[in-house]
């Protein structure tokens, strides 16, 4: 199963360092289609964070977005990104993923972006952004 949705490209190293930094805490958003019941003791656990097989995952604001069926729609919002992060979490709670999309990362969101659509971001554009949300400090550079 891949992965789809928000992509963010650069060819600033020092960018994408402090972007995926978990001490900026940039919030990483994703829709998340799971097979299984989802119950309020996992969006508890998610919340307070866990430790699974020896990884310990921060946490994770979650919440049931709509019930299709069997099937259910979760937004998750994590500030770490740790590889295969999510599958992870799913799998530990005896659900299975068959759907992950990102649709925001920090200021950007996919919005009505379309699909392979390409939205360029001028520089100025983004550090204000990153400053008026909070992730920059005045002066500060990445």
Not at 38 to 45: A, G, N, P, T
Not at 106 to 128: D, I, M
């Amino acid at each position: 199963m891949n992965s789809e949705g928000l992509l963010l490209l650069t060819n600033s190293g020092d960018l994408a360092r402090f972007l995926e930094h978990p001490k900026t805490h940039i919030a990483r958003a994703y829709r998340v289609r799971i097979f299984g019941n989802v119950e309020e003791r996992m969006l508890k656990l998610l919340k307070k964070g866990l430790t699974i097989e020896g990884i310990s995952y921060a946490s994770i604001d979650a919440s049931v977005e709509q019930k299709q069926g069997a099937n259910q729609w979760l937004i998750l919002k994590l500030y770490e990104g740790k590889n295969r992060e999510i599958r992870r979490i799913i799998q530990y709670f005896g659900l299975s993923l068959s759907r992950l999309i990102r649709v925001g990362y920090g200021p950007f969101s996919l919005g009505s972006l379309p699909p392979e659509g390409v939205w360029e971001v001028p520089a100025k554009t983004l550090y204000n952004d990153l400053l008026t949300l909070g992730y920059l400090k005045k002066d500060e550079k990445f």
